[in-house]
């Protein structure tokens, strides 16, 4: 008779094929968990980006529209409310972690919100003039910083208030 050998594997080649395996595939599991993930964070960082800078454009264009000087009704640290060109009230403050236009949410998860007044000589001031009185502020700052997902975001925003001599 023939000597004949058996063709196959040992145990011992296939646990070490079985464990070489498993490692690739758990190198690639977490090559593309990562990947993924970077990804999500780049989407949440350009909606922050997006929404935030969406906030502070429309806040410098309304505010720009205060109707004249004795239509700034609220300037404080936290909180601008005012009379717009076409007689209708604006407020935007923080609520929360909100900042609200009126009753509307412009941006959640807010952190901080601050509003400073300068006068016609770009001088800051502490506590403004408002009505009944004639304001003696001419242009509005906005700083605001949001943080979603562990990421922070922080704009500002002014406008020179147009209608006000």
């Known amino acids: 008779m023939k000597n004949r050998r058996e063709q196959g594997f040992t145990i011992i080649e296939m646990v070490a094929l079985l464990v070489m395996t498993t490692t690739a595939l758990l190198f690639l ?13 780049q989407i949440v960082a350009r909606e922050l980006g997006r929404d935030t800078s969406e906030t502070c454009f429309r806040f410098s264009q309304e505010s720009r529209t205060v109707r004249s000087n004795i239509d700034l009704l609220i300037a404080t640290n936290n909180e601008v409310r005012f ?12 609520s929360g ?15 901080a919100l601050n509003f400073t007044y300068y006068d016609e000589n770009g001088t800051q001031i502490a506590n403004p003039t408002i009505n009944p009185a004639s304001t003696n502020v001419r242009s509005v700052r906005m700083n605001l910083t949001v943080q979603r997902e562990g990421k922070n975001l922080s704009m500002m925003s002014e406008a020179q208030l147009r209608n006000v001599k």
């Open 29 to 41: 599991y977490h090559i593309t968990s990562l990947t993924l993930e970077s990804k999500r964070l």
């Open 83 to 94: 009379i717009n060109t076409t007689g209708t009230t604006i407020r935007y403050w923080l």
């Open 97 to 111: 972690n909100n900042l609200m236009r009126n009753n509307q949410i412009l941006l959640d998860q807010m952190n």
